[in-house]
């Protein structure tokens, strides 16, 4: 069995937002309508089920997190996984960011290219390339970057009347 | 001051849009946002205006759907475009209703409103076998202690507001029960879940029209020739007066050559009558309005509509 | 009727319509495999094409790309964990297993023949017996789509991960998140932060791309090993073809996607999004095996997908029968018809005229069209597995951000997107599952908005949602399947705990 930290802190994350979602749902404004419950009712039921619910989920992680075993040494496989995720990730907020004042194809091109070229880095693979094979790798990766971003572009505007930002 | 910045929004518009504003207008696609998604009213309207502007104009007319937020979204958008002519909104009712709730952070006088092309009543609307055969039954029963289920399409919904304004020009207490759509509210009229339905005349069309509903009354200040067997409220002594129109608005600063543009391209396919049999199909009925007398009609309309919202909100 | 059929026959058999048909269904295929696009867009994007076409002709084309879009959302759901739309989440459930073990071709295969098989039943269903079905659909009150809603959560059981607690935590955060927006009843806005795009709820389509491709996404990334060369091998393109004979031997799923489709499917609002998943459930719930399930089980894709588009024909029942559109597609289907004058409504079965027979047989014609065409295509729609796969993940978000920007115009719901495949990537990553968080976003409102709303009508009485024969029927089911679904899980846990012991 993995030790998994995460397991159990998301557990716990669970019960902090359910909480705090009941806090939320208390200051809901108390309508009366013949018959009806309140706004407030469903929201308020909801995040008391998740926290009750999330009790003994957190109590049975805890408890398999200690009987798992620990392991040993550094794990560079995981702490990979972590930077191409990271990578993703804020690529993505970056690519949102851009979205409507760059325009499609720029923006689109940007991220595509960018999203092949840091995976290639955050992998640890393009330390290991020879200059030669660095520049195909960028050339490669421009190339499907713009090819996919303008023909996305023009397919889905004229074809299927799809608006995207200019 | 007004004339300052319209000149400036005007030459603005020449620097961003080139040669957008010339007399050639439209030289390039126009946006219409339609605020609600594919299938509503506003939408079928303006797609089946599509071809026929597409055809006057010469240029491709794009239907953006966007709606979110009871077609806040959309028109938050349409706001914030540049009116250089390119970026239209199929403007509703809906605009007033959302303005009068004081929802959102703009108002009619934010858009330059182009034409009004189709209008239909708010028909109340019972089931088929309904014990109500007129609004006089409908109204006693309400008045004397019988609760009367009304089914409306969306909580703060302009359908909702006009069957507000209902209950109280008639002095009937309805129950009022918000569906999500149109569609939910009449099958629970249909299957006898509400006693009765306000909706728009188009949406109700096909039920009135197989007899599964029956409408007792309509908001027309006189009959329609749509549904000429439908009373109207001021007939029956009640001094209600209620249309849904739509039609064609631009965020404000729109040039004065380019509404003429699209003033004749309507006027034009009106006078055609290749739109009125579509209209009629849909349950609504070309009434065209431009001008000066479009913007007094939509003052008084979103002044009926704060009053009604103010019902509402007691 | 002979003659009605004959007359439509005619009108269906012609080279313009047949063409109008095949277009519409390739559209419908193209925009229903990309994630996000739908067939309400597919159809609204040929509206204004079908004016000046006859009716049967007109109606016919935006049949076929109805029809061509829920067969083909499959395609996403199998080769990327990627379902379009909320009908084809159950598809994922099998169906991406199976392509894992490199029997992709095999899995569409099956999903076509069976999609196929549903769309005709419930043709023929929707021919002989829209009116009646059309009726019952009509006694649905808030009581009754009160405790269908509930008979819906019971399949987060079904669709939960390894844990079942863990499940009903995930169908509560959906639920808790489609209490975002607009009261349904008083109109007052419950967590809205002052953000538009939060007035009317959460968009289901960004929740659904954000849950299922972002956090699939997201874990690709993870686990992306470029010195692991993808072997081709494993996927196999000689399987890739349509399995009419394998489908026929799941019959009993068929049958069951066919009857959840064509009964689950026409209830208005509600039926769309959960029919396919109530034949996953009850195929899976009655089957001799259900531990196969969830494992690239045939007969999971073959419930799922027969249901998919049976549901189709069940949506059509209560437009045509009642002029009451069930959802999107439907309602601007529902504009084309009335534009070309055809009022739905009982009358128009009465009507002997061949039109609306045309309208039956050019909707067959559309599903074979379907067949035909997604036949041709199964061996280039896997081909998007030989894509290497850091172009893959990009291509696939710069799909998701046209689905969900394409809607509605929104840059807000590509936050939204972003924030559900973050939140999928963990509950996935931690045994939650991310399909009982689609369950609850849809059945959510359902359940909330019609017990208040029956409170409402029925004067804060709670009697009549047990004392209605249909909401009772639903109540006392929802209750037995529960009974069941505990018994076979403690049964179960006991099994591997003695397994493990011994």
């Given at each position: 069995m993995e030790r998994d930290i995460g397991k159990p802190i998301f557990d716990l994350l669970l019960l902090i937002a359910s909480a705090a979602a009941f806090a939320a749902a208390m200051a809901l404004p108390d309508i009366e309508i013949v018959g009806d419950l309140s706004p407030a009712f469903f929201p308020k039921l909801i995040s008391a089920m998740i926290f009750l619910f999330a009790i003994p989920c957190l109590v049975k992680d805890v408890r398999e997190w200690r009987a798992a075993v620990p392991a040993g040494g550094s794990r560079p496989a995981n702490r990979r996984g972590v930077m191409q995720w990271l990578w993703i990730v804020g690529l993505t907020v970056v690519y949102i960011l851009l979205f409507e004042p760059l325009g499609y194809i720029p923006s689109t091109a940007v991220f595509a290219f960018c999203c092949v070229i840091g995976l290639l880095i955050a992998s640890g693979v393009w330390g290991e390339l020879s200059a030669s094979q660095r520049v195909k790798s960028l050339g490669g990766a421009a190339i499907f970057a713009i090819v996919l971003a303008v023909a996305i572009y023009y397919v889905f505007t004229d074809l299927f009347e799809i608006p995207l930002p200019d | 001051m007004k004339k300052l910045l319209s000149t400036l929004t005007l030459a603005a518009a020449m620097v961003?849009?080139?040669?957008?504003?010339?007399?050639?207008?439209?030289t390039k696609s126009i946006d219409m946002i339609v605020p609600f998604s594919a299938g509503g009213g506003n939408d079928t309207f303006v797609r089946a205006l599509q071809p026929l502007l597409e055809k006057q104009l010469g240029e491709d007319l794009v239907i953006r759907n966007i709606p979110g937020g009871g077609g806040a979204v959309g028109m938050s958008r349409a706001v914030a475009s540049k009116p250089d002519g390119y970026t239209l909104l199929a403007a509703s009712n809906a605009m007033l209703t959302l303005e009068a709730m004081g929802?959102?952070?703009?108002?009619?006088?934010d858009f330059d409103f182009i034409a009004k092309v189709i209008e239909e009543p708010y028909v109340i609307a019972v089931g088929g076998d309904s014990q109500y055969a007129n609004l006089e039954d409908l109204v006693n029963a309400a008045t004397s202690g019988t609760t009367i289920k009304v089914g409306v399409s969306g909580v703060g919904s302009s359908a909702h507001i006009a069957a507000v304004a209902m209950a109280n020009r008639t002095g009937a207490e309805f129950n009022i029960i918000p569906y999500p759509g149109g569609s939910e509210a009449i099958s629970a009229a249909m299957g006898g879940h509400v006693d009765a339905v306000v909706l728009g005349g188009a949406e109700l069309r096909s039920a009135l029209q197989s007899g599964r509903l029956k409408a007792l009354a309509m908001s027309y200040a006189e009959r329609s020739d749509s549904l000429p067997d439908v009373p109207t409220f001021q007939e029956q002594g009640y001094d209600l007066t209620l249309t849904v129109w739509r039609g064609i608005a631009a965020p404000k600063g729109l040039p004065a050559d380019v509404e003429k543009r699209w003033v004749d391209a309507i006027k034009q396919i009106v006078a055609d009558g290749s739109y009125e049999q579509t209209a009629e199909n849909l349950g609504t009925q070309v009434s065209p309005l431009y001008g000066d007398e479009l913007d007094a009609f939509i003052d008084q309309s979103a002044e009926v509509m704060r009053e009604a919202a103010g019902d509402l909100a007691k | 009727m002979i003659s009605g059929y004959l007359e439509g026959l005619g009108m269906v058999l012609q080279v313009g319509t047949l063409l109008a048909i095949a277009g519409g269904t390739l559209l419908g295929i193209i925009m229903g495999a990309l994630p996000g696009l739908t067939s309400a867009m597919a159809i609204a994007l040929l509206l204004p094409v079908t004016f000046g076409m006859p009716p049967v002709m007109g109606i016919g084309m935006l049949l076929g790309a109805l029809c061509g879009a829920g067969a083909s959302g499959s395609i996403p759901a199998i080769l990327l964990n990627i379902p379009g739309t909320p009908s084809s989440v159950a598809t994922t459930f099998d169906g991406f297993p199976m392509a894992q073990k490199g029997e992709a071709g095999r899995a569409l295969g099956l999903a076509i023949v069976a999609s196929f098989f549903g769309g005709v039943a419930s043709m023929v269903i929707l021919s002989l017996l829209a009116p009646p079905i059309a009726e019952f659909a009509l006694r649905f009150g808030a009581a009754e789509y009160f405790s269908l809603s509930i008979f819906g959560l019971v399949i987060i059981a079904s669709v939960a991960g390894k844990s079942l607690l863990k499940g009903l935590i995930a169908g509560l955060i959906g639920f808790f998140a489609s209490t975002i927006g607009t009261d349904p009843i008083t109109g007052v806005g419950r967590?809205?932060?002052?953000q538009l795009s939060l007035l009317t709820g959460i968009n289901l389509l960004p929740a659904l791309i954000g849950l299922f491709a972002v956090s699939q996404v997201l874990k690709d990334a993870f686990e992306y090993?470029?010195?692991?060369?993808?072997?081709?091998?494993?996927?196999?393109?000689?399987?890739a073809r349509p399995r009419f004979l394998e489908t026929l031997r799941h019959w009993k799923a068929v049958v069951a996607g066919i009857l959840s489709g064509s009964i689950v499917g026409p209830i208005p609002g509600a039926g769309g999004s959960i029919a396919s998943l109530v034949a996953y459930d009850q195929t899976r719930r009655f089957s001799k095996s259900p531990e196969k399930f969830g494992t690239g089980h045939a007969p999971g894709i073959v419930s799922v997908e027969s249901a998919n588009n049976a549901l189709l024909g069940g949506a059509l029942i209560p437009t045509l029968?009642?002029?009451?559109?069930?959802?999107a597609a439907t309602a601007v289907l529902l504009g084309g018809l009335m534009i070309q004058g055809i009022t739905p409504g009982p009358l128009l079965f009465d009507d002997q005229s061949g039109t609306v027979y045309g309208i039956f047989l050019a909707y067959l014609a559309a599903n074979v069209f379907m067949l035909l065409i997604m036949c041709l295509g199964i061996k280039l729609f896997i081909?998007?597995?030989?894509?290497p796969r850091k172009q893959l993940l990009a291509a696939i978000l710069v799909f998701c951000f046209i689905g969900v920007y394409g809607v509605d115009g929104d840059v807000f719901n590509l936050y939204l997107m972003l924030g559900f495949g973050v939140l999928g990537y963990f509950l996935n990553r931690y045994d939650f599952g991310t399909a009982p968080v689609i369950l609850g976003l849809i059945l959510g409102p359902i359940a909330e908005a019609n017990l208040r709303r029956g409170l409402q009508a029925f004067q804060g009485d709670w009697t009549p949602f047990f004392t209605r024969p249909i909401s009772l029927t639903f109540l006392v089911i929802a209750v037995g399947l529960l009974a069941l679904t505990l018994w076979q899980n403690y049964r179960g846990n006991r099994r591997s705990e003695s397994n493990a012991s011994s």
């Open positions: - | 961003v849009g080139g040669p957008a504003l010339a007399d050639d207008y439209p929802n959102v952070p703009f108002t009619h006088n | 967590f809205t932060f002052d090993d470029p010195r692991q060369r993808l072997e081709e091998s494993t996927h196999r393109i000689d399987i029968a009642l002029g009451i559109p069930g959802e081909r998007v597995l030989m894509v």
